[in-house]
Nanobody, 125 residues
């Protein structure tokens, strides 16, 4: 089992940037599992934003391609989501998740069985 803790959310004006972090409680976790970022806005379904597999391959939702970048640190403990050129429609609660049973996966694949508590991102126009 692993504990995932997100941080870095906040309020920003449109066009601004934020970087979210997701810290795993187990050393080297991110290098052995697929991890991803999801978001859910009020009244909407949760959607995948970005994912990074154990081999470093990344996938993104079409709505964030070219603006968001998912990465992880060398110690493979923390996953990041750098969000540039934020838009009001990016406003949501962002969640970190992991496929604890797999090294592979993508942003649109099911099977994320560990979740963080979420961090709020609010983008004003």
């Amino acid at each position: 089992q692993v504990l995932l803790v997100e941080s870095g959310g906040g309020s920003v004006q449109a066009g601004g940037s934020l970087r979210l972090s997701c810290a795993a409680s187990r050393y080297n976790y991110a290098s052995n599992h697929c991890m991803g970022w999801f978001r859910q806005a009020p009244g909407k379904e949760r959607e995948g934003v970005a994912a990074i597999a154990a081999d470093g391959r990344t996938t993104y939702a079409d709505s964030v391609k070219g603006r968001f970048t998912v990465s992880r640190d060398n110690a493979k403990i923390t996953m990041y989501l750098l969000m540039n050129n934020l838009k009001p429609e990016d406003t949501a609660k962002y969640y970190c998740a992991a496929r604890g049973w797999s090294t592979t996966g993508g942003v649109n694949q099911p099977g994320y069985n560990y979740w963080g508590q979420g961090t709020q991102v609010t983008v004003s126009s």
